[in-house]
């Protein structure tokens, strides 16, 4: 049976989160190995030599799944039909430097990008942003692809999710795969909301596995910092592990989550749990046939209550410093 393939744009795909994500993608780790995929590689002009050099590697690999590679500078050549794009392009901070230090000057890359989105992709298209500050650059995106619904974009939050799973197995002693219905509520930054009230280790609320000080005192204070914790130690920020989690975010979304979890993802609020609409913001969600629902009935404590009110804040004042970035 001929299998149509599906196309994905990837931006960034000369930079070193692409190149991590590239590869496992085109092999069958997003859509799964019956899926022939063709791959649109989208960066600036400057970086077009050495995303040659990734797609002679690309070649030189002979995917089975791999159908195509197209290669552009030119936003309505690199996201025309696409039905999925992983929008890595951006700059990365540097030691000392804050997420939404980068906001001016990545939030004008993604304005172009979500209006030639809204023109020539697939009107099934889902996007996920990962540029810093990703749930910002996600907003400004939707807001100029006004033929589209905003839930059609999302932003990256799986990789504080999956820290947080991570270190709460080792924490506990458990394998990572017993960890579930952890969330990650909020902003891509040093506010967000690791929130293990719901949470399950190997069929025990976490809760009753671990002290509530260190759940406040070293666990949150760990995973709102990871990320420049690894970018102090490699003199980079993460890749591979930011790669490793924006195939899951996709993978989730397209595929389905589990029958018995969720997961995180930074997505349009419609005023669930009282957040303010048109944010993009970080949500428990479960996901089915590329569509996502917040889970929105789960009771908050007033701890949990005023985390979600911080980064609610925090986003608005976001929004309106790029306001001029959103029309
Ligand atoms: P990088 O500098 O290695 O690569 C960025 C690439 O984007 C470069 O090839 C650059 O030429 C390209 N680029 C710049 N402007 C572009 C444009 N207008 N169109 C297309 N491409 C463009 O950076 P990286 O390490 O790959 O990180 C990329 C982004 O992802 C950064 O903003 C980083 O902070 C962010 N990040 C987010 C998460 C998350 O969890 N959300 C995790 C890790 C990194
Ligand atoms: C991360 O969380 O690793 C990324 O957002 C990179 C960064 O700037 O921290």
Request: aromatic share 6%.
């Amino acid at each position: 049976m001929h299998v149509q393939s599906k196309r994905i744009a990837i931006t960034g795909a000369a930079g070193n989160i692409a190149y991590q994500a590239i590869f496992r993608i085109a092999a069958g780790e997003f859509l799964g190995s019956q899926q022939p995929v063709a791959l649109n590689l989208i960066d600036i002009h400057p970086a077009m030599p050495s995303l040659g050099g990734t797609a002679m590697e690309l070649e030189d690999c002979a995917f089975p799944l791999l159908r195509d590679v197209v290669l552009s500078d030119d936003l309505e050549v690199g996201f025309a039909e696409v039905d999925y794009v992983f929008m890595f392009g951006a700059r990365p901070r540097g030691k000392g430097m804050e997420r939404s230090d980068l906001l001016q000057e990545n939030g004008k890359i993604f304005g172009p990008q979500g209006q030639a989105i809204n023109q020539v992709a697939s009107r099934d298209v889902r996007v996920l942003v990962i540029g810093n500050p990703a749930n910002t650059n996600a907003l400004i995106a939707a807001h100029h692809a006004p033929d589209l619904e905003p839930s059609q974009f999302s932003a990256m939050t799986r990789l504080d999710h999956e820290r947080a799973r991570s270190q709460l197995a080792m924490q506990t002693g458990n394998p990572v795969a017993e960890v579930t219905r952890m969330i990650l509520w909020g902003n891509h930054s040093p506010q967000m909301h690791p929130d293990i009230s719901y949470c399950s280790v190997a069929g025990t609320p976490a809760r009753e596995l671990v002290e509530a000080d260190w759940y406040r005192d070293t666990f949150i204070p760990m995973i709102q910092q990871r990320g420049a914790r690894v970018i102090e130690a490699r003199g980079a920020s993460s890749a591979a592990s930011a790669a490793n989690a924006a195939i899951l975010h996709m993978r989730d979304w397209v595929l389905g989550t589990p029958a018995n979890d969720w997961t995180s993802m930074s997505v349009w609020s419609d005023g669930t749990y009282g957040v303010a609409e048109d944010l993009i913001f970080s949500f428990p969600c479960r996901c089915e046939n590329s569509a996502h629902q917040i889970v929105g009935d789960l009771e908050l404590d007033d701890f949990g209550r005023e985390r979600l009110k911080e980064n609610e804040a925090e986003l608005l004042a976001e929004r309106d410093a790029v306001r001029e970035l959103l029309s």
